[in-house]
């Protein structure tokens, strides 16, 4: 059993992921790239403490949308910023520390 010395509790629990979650200051935007295709921009989500690849995953299949997830943030192809608050507060993000731009 592997035990965080962070938490002093186990990982298996999962528990320092749901803190972090709640402390992240999320910047999301919009940008235009090649031939005019629009992209939403997901910025501010540390990848150390929560797994980049999860959360891109979990918005790719609810917006049903192409995207990838480098160098600290998840680009979605697509004009989701609409519904992108929504979805990240499902997922557990704090709904005051996400700005839409």
């Keep these: 059993m592997d035990v965080d010395p962070i938490t002093g509790l186990p990982k298996e629990l ?3 992921e749901e803190i ?3 402390s992240q200051q999320i910047t999301i ?3 235009k790239k090649r ?3 629009k992209y939403t921009i997901i910025e501010g989500i540390d990848s150390k403490d929560i797994n980049l690849k999860d959360i891109a995953k ?3 299949s609810k917006f049903a949308c192409g995207g990838t997830y ?3 943030t998840i680009e979605l192809q697509g004009d989701y910023r609409s519904n ?3 979805a990240l507060v499902e997922l557990g993000f704090k709904s005051e520390n ?3 731009k």
């Design 14 to 16: 999962g528990v320092f």
């Design 20 to 22: 972090s979650k709640e």
């Design 29 to 31: 935007s919009l940008v």
């Design 35 to 37: 031939f005019g295709k």
């Design 58 to 60: 979990a918005l790719k």
């Design 70 to 72: 480098k160098n600290g």
């Design 84 to 86: 992108i608050k929504n």
């Design 98 to 100: 996400i700005v839409v």
